[in-house]
């Protein structure tokens, strides 16, 4: 046989040159100074599990999902798991489907991002007599954001969430570009949310966008945040899939992505059913699957992050790995 006819030949994927150089080959920790930092920490982690136990003791606990939501948000509920899982057992105990304290759209995020089923009729408490939202709701920013990222969290079925989203992305885009309505420090974090939601955000990456907006709200900064800072297309060999669809059903590029985005939302919500039905499987053995599926949101939303990295997810390390957190 021809040894011509054995060759393969495959077209380069024009990847792009090294970026980082040798800069994660050394690290220099500073040994005579880890001491005092542990001290630190551990004395901090006893100051925040107080806090936890007397808001699991109060008659009302609005302030302990809060409380729980900022230790998640700003990435270090690693070191409470046990009083977390504590926490949204008791509450789940408490009250079941009924829940009459503040932030409904709280409790619901919280308890179904923990494998507790909660019904999404609380929702209606936003909702006034003909079944619309009410306009009320419109001039609650915060509101508004608790809504939003409640809804992300809905399974196949739950109208009403989907509803709500197409709600709160309405306003909270309006509100964003409206300098009367929201500072600049708001309209930052309400184009975070609205650019990828909790659900679809990595942990690391959210805390470090979180924190900046943690620190101007003023709650509970010396303590908590404290804590928390100590291509297929290019390659001619492999046609793209939207480029498949669009070829074989004759149909727009635009048309394509808005039903990938469609299957991607459905895929989501498949995702958040099947975290309430498989009791049988540790939870943090199904987180793994969704961070997969985060990783797969920040790499690839806008364009093929992994191949061609972008001024995005360059910037991701950096925050990750090399800026210096100031607190």
Not at 103 to 113: A, N, V, Y
Not at 186 to 209: F, M, T, V, Y
């Amino acid at each position: 046989m021809d040894a011509k006819q054995d060759e393969v030949i495959r077209p380069l994927a024009n990847f792009h040159p090294h970026l980082w150089g040798d800069q994660f080959l050394v690290y220099d920790e500073q040994e005579d100074q880890q001491e005092e930092v542990d001290r630190i920490i551990e004395s901090l982690k006893l100051e925040v599990r107080k806090e936890i136990l007397v808001a699991l003791d109060a008659t009302e606990h609005t302030s302990l999902l809060k409380l729980v939501d900022a230790i998640q948000r700003l990435g270090i509920a690693y070191y409470f798991e046990k009083e977390i899982n504590q926490a949204l057992q008791h509450i789940c105990n408490l009250y079941g489907d009924e829940w009459n304290g503040g932030s409904p759209s709280l409790w619901f995020r919280l308890l179904r991002d923990n494998g507790y089923y909660v019904s999404s009729d609380c929702f209606n408490y936003y909702k006034d007599n003909t079944g619309s939202f009410k306009e009320s709701l419109t001039n609650d920013v915060e509101g508004l954001l608790d809504l939003y990222e409640a809804a992300y969290f809905r399974v196949k079925g739950e109208v009403i969430l989907d509803d709500a989203l197409v709600f709160t992305k309405t306003h909270l885009e309006n509100i964003a570009k409206d300098p009367r309505r929201c500072n600049s420090t708001i309209s930052r974090h309400i184009q975070d949310a609205l650019e990828r939601p909790i659900r679809k955000r990595l942990p690391r990456l959210g805390a470090i966008r979180y924190i900046p907006f943690y620190e101007q709200q003023g709650r509970k900064v010396k303590v908590i945040n404290n804590l928390r800072g100590k291509e297929d297309k290019q390659r001619n060999h492999v046609a793209s899939t939207v480029d498949s669809y669009m070829k074989q059903h004759d149909t727009k590029e635009e048309q394509v992505f808005d039903l990938l985005n469609l299957q991607v939302e459905d895929a989501w919500k498949e995702i958040n059913q099947e975290l309430l039905v498989c009791k049988d499987i540790p939870l943090r053995l199904i987180m793994n699957v969704i961070n997969l599926a985060r990783v797969i949101d920040t790499l690839y939303k806008h364009d093929d992050n992994f191949t061609r990295v972008g001024e995005e997810f360059k910037d991701n390390i950096k925050s990750c790995f090399v800026h210096a957190m100031n607190l």
